[in-house]
């Protein structure tokens, strides 16, 4: 399996690459030679030259893990190359594209011969994705689970019809067929699958229900952000909501579990909303304020209960089935992270 050849145009350099059989591509070691014009330049600079395939942040990982050495030893990413070094490069190995199965427990709350609907774990990413590991992804999991997982959609993320944000809790159908897969895709799309949701924010409105219908668009300045914006870029986003416990009763200082039903489906689309009516969600590290709490802070006597996630977890899910066409209705427990913080809360009445 040839790579592309990198290196000094003085000093070509041929790289060859093995399969393992259970595993990914390991290119062979690199090794480079300083060339006169090169040397007093910081070495994380000149081998983001020699390897552009490499950013320099990701060069100066491989220098603190001791992939990348100096004559055969460790070296720091500020070293001022010389003339007679003798630079090392072991690069890591080459993602699989295909993901793999992984034996990780799931909670599965129901599966046929069409779909799977589990409850997913707050910190689990769904999919497998360009700069994160390749590995304890849902896919992963659901590829040990089960053999037969839907093959259309984006490759590499059999089954997936629909994601929920990696710190997000809650309840997803998986697609094990085909037809399953699009027929839950055109629910989706049409709007014919109900979402629920339940969120914890900063502040107690002032009404006891709501709607947002605020249009949302990438960030201009971090494109891993969502953001209000009124322009023909941004799309159409309705978030209704209504309040169903509190914990105090200052509106600035208390806090509120809302329960949300998003009519539309953007990332990042309640998160974003809540924040734009000033009751940004509990330790959301993007939209929020902080990254950390405890329900001490608001119930002294709650015995510890830290929260080091944003607190927003996918309550219900309505669907019809793909083949019977039944209603289906699944409800995702509320995992023991944010069950304190349900159980201290004082239920509006008529709110649940």
Same mark, same amino acid.
């Given at each position: ?77 500020? &070293? ?16 699989? /594209? ?31 994705? /360009? ?6 992804? *849902? ?5 040990? &689970? ?32 085909? $037809? ?80 949300? $039903? ?44 830290? *929260? ?26 509320? /995992? ?17």
């Amino acid at each position: 399996m040839p790579l592309r050849t990198w290196g000094h145009p003085h000093q070509p350099l041929v790289v060859a690459a093995t399969e393992g059989p259970s595993g990914p591509a390991r290119p062979e070691r690199r090794e480079f030679q300083v060339e006169s014009e090169d040397v007093g330049d910081r070495l994380d600079r000149w081998l983001s030259r020699q390897v552009p395939e490499h950013s320099r942040s990701a060069l100066r990982r491989f220098i603190d893990e001791g992939r990348i050495t100096i004559g055969g030893k460790s070296c720091r990413a500020s &070293h001022r190359i010389q003339l007679t070094d003798r630079v090392s490069f072991d690069p890591p190995p080459i993602p699989s /594209p295909i993901p793999l199965p992984e034996d990780h427990q799931l909670q599965i709350l129901h599966q046929d011969d069409d779909i799977i609907v589990i409850s997913k774990e707050a910190g689990m990413i769904v999919h497998p994705a /360009p700069g994160a590991p390749p590995e304890g992804t *849902l896919v992963n999991a659901l590829l040990g &689970h089960s053999g037969q997982l839907s093959s259309v959609g984006e490759a590499g993320r059999p089954g997936i019809v629909h994601r929920l944000d990696r710190e997000t809790s809650g309840v997803m159908v998986i697609a094990r067929t085909d $037809f399953a897969h699009k027929e839950l895709a055109r629910q989706f799309h049409d709007r014919e699958i109900a979402k629920e949701y339940l969120a914890l924010s900063h502040g107690i409105p002032t009404t006891l229900s709501g709607e947002i219908d605020l249009p949302l668009a990438r960030s201009l300045t971090d494109p891993r952000k969502r953001v209000v914006r009124h322009e023909q870029a941004a799309r159409e986003s309705y978030t209704a909501w209504k309040q169903i416990r509190t914990i105090g009763n200052d509106s600035m200082k208390g806090i509120c579990w809302f329960h949300c $039903f998003p009519r539309t489906g953007r990332t990042h689309q309640i998160r974003v909303h809540l924040r734009a009516i000033g009751h940004p969600i509990l330790c959301d590290f993007h939209y929020g304020r902080e990254t950390k709490l405890d329900l001490s802070r608001w119930v002294p006597a709650a015995p510890a209960a830290p *929260l080091e996630r944003h607190a927003l977890h996918a309550w219900r899910l309505h669907l019809r089935h793909p083949s019977s066409h039944q209603s289906m209705h699944f409800e995702a427990p509320l /995992p023991e992270d944010l069950l304190p913080w349900w159980e201290s809360a004082t239920a509006i009445q008529d709110g649940e």
